[in-house]
């Protein structure tokens, strides 16, 4: 079996120029230009009239594992493309998702001769044996769907998300701002990096979310 650790990488940014934002805004006013675009989102967006970020959108490639995605599926204002397990066959080797608290190596892992702390070896065992079983179960004669029942959370898949600016507002709100209750910590370990760079991109629509604790 393969570890690794989660990533994630913006595929595209729409409306990264503000312009077309500002536009579609002033037409709700009648208003011209003053030639500061970011300057009139800012202050559209402290009056909370956010329906003129939605003409601008993201989209990003995560790489995380099961439970990540079950929760970023949450929001509905979004288009997913996500890594099938009905359709993918892992006989040649199940991908698993190293979570923030295991500290653990990235790569292929050998059941023999490692030993860590107890839960992380406990973690690592039943990981080996749910890819054990699973191929097992295809050389049976399972689907990858039917086989796919045996497989944890930690399963690495990857998945394509794009959101309007909007929607990635109330996202970094909530999974990693906390601003609903604590994120989980695979969401914080993404979410915030992920922030971090938005803000530097589309300063003018993400540059108030302040990220407080990392």
């Avoid at 009648?30 to 800012?42: C, T, V």
Wanted: hydrophobic content about 40%.
């Amino acid at each position: 079996m393969i570890l690794i650790k989660p990533s994630y990488k913006i595929e595209a940014i729409n409306g990264a120029d503000l312009l077309l934002m500002e536009a579609a805004g002033r037409t709700c006013y009648k208003s011209e230009s003053k030639g500061d675009p970011a300057g009139f989102l800012k202050s559209k967006i402290r009056s909370k009239h956010l329906t003129i970020i939605e003409h601008g959108s993201m989209t990003v490639r995560f790489i995380a594992d099961r439970g990540f995605t079950h929760e970023l599926v949450r929001h509905r204002m979004a288009v997913y493309s996500q890594e099938s397990t009905r359709y993918c066959n892992y006989s040649g080797g199940v991908a698993f998702i190293i979570p923030p608290w295991v500290n653990v190596p990235e790569g292929e892992y050998n059941v023999a001769g490692r030993a860590y702390d107890d839960a992380t070896d406990s973690w690592l065992n039943i990981l080996w044996l749910a890819e054990q079983v699973y191929s097992g179960l295809l050389k049976a004669g399972w689907t990858p769907q039917q086989a796919r029942a045996v497989l944890p959370n930690s399963l690495k898949t990857e998945i394509v998300m794009t959101a309007n600016f909007r929607e990635w507002r109330l996202i970094f709100e909530q999974r990693a701002l906390g601003l609903t209750g604590k994120p989980h910590p695979q969401m914080l370990e993404l979410m915030i990096p992920l922030l971090e760079e938005v803000k530097t991109k589309v300063p003018a629509i993400f540059d108030d979310l302040e990220i407080i604790n990392k």
